[in-house]
């Protein structure tokens, strides 16, 4: 007789690993596309059925338990398991031999987080503009999720995530390393010589970058920092670390400046994958097809430039 599961259903995992993510009922809300009154079901479903109370409500919303945030980690591990299996194939590219010279004027406004923004693809948007001149890029630099729907006049996001959302197509296009940088000011210069010696140090914390991934994938037996400076915005956090406040843990992505210039070193050369990658996403209906196929292929260009 067939084992009867006794998996919670995917919504309810997905709504909860969005709300302990995103710290917040009403972010899950949105990103999800979901009444913050569902998100808030799914969560007490959970907690039901695991007879624990994974949040603690407050009188200005819900902050998720140590156990929440260890039970995250793992359900985001899953997922990201399962978008990797079912990811489907590239999509043909349509009319791939027009020139690009023979084509219309295209304005392709594209929603993105501020750091990645300034710090990754802004330097490097001059080589898109000579090799696609009929389209004109439109940065929108946000922290709040793009809905694509038409109505907020974006066409396609670049976001950094699991790649689950629902109700748009969402190509990776880039993973990312992630790493502890600190400044050659913080305590003089004395690097930790152990991975176990971080938790001596001052360790800087990014709202959505948590350090228990990296923890677990160098063998630390550490939980997420407490009383540690929190960051909301990736690029005030490598700031603190380069004026020397604490060791912050830093994507690649978002450091290569930094580093070049000697303002921050990177401590051991132990690679170690972010469980969450770079995704273009857009609307399966975007008039603009053409234009997003574009952005999608010079993307994936410019990562294999960056590894080269």
Known sequence: ?????????????????????LASFTRAADELALTQGAVSQHVRALE????????V????????????????????QGLNVLERAFDAPMRKHKNAGMRDRAREP???????????????????????????????LSLRKETTLARLNGHDGVDVALRYGPGTWPGVQAERFMEEEIFPVMSPRYRDGARPRRFADLAHCTLLKHRYQPWEPWFQA??????EPRGAPVFDDAGKLL??????????LARASL???????GRLV???KRRVTDIYAHFVVWRADSPKHEAIDALRRWLREEVIRRAG
Request: charged share 25%.
């Open 48 to 55: 039901a059925k695991l007879g624990v109370s994974l949040f």
């Open 218 to 223: 160098v063998g630390l037996d550490l939980t």
């Open 106 to 136: 295209v304005q392709l406004t594209i929603s993105v987080l501020p750091p990645f923004a300034d710090r990754w693809l802004a330097p490097r948007l001059g080589r898109f503009a000579r090799k696609h001149p009929h389209i004109e």
């Open 239 to 248: 700031d603190a670390a380069s004026d020397g406040r604490g060791i912050a």
């Open 57 to 76: 409500r407050e009188r200005g919303g819900a902050v998720p338990t140590q156990q929440a945030h260890a039970l995250a980690l793992q359900i985001r």
């Open 1 to 21: 007789m067939q084992k009867r599961s006794h998996l919670p259903p995917l919504q309810t995992l997905r709504a909860f690993e969005t709300a302990v993510r």
């Open 266 to 268: 990177r401590l051991w």
């Open 255 to 261: 450091v290569e400046r930094e580093l070049a210039e």
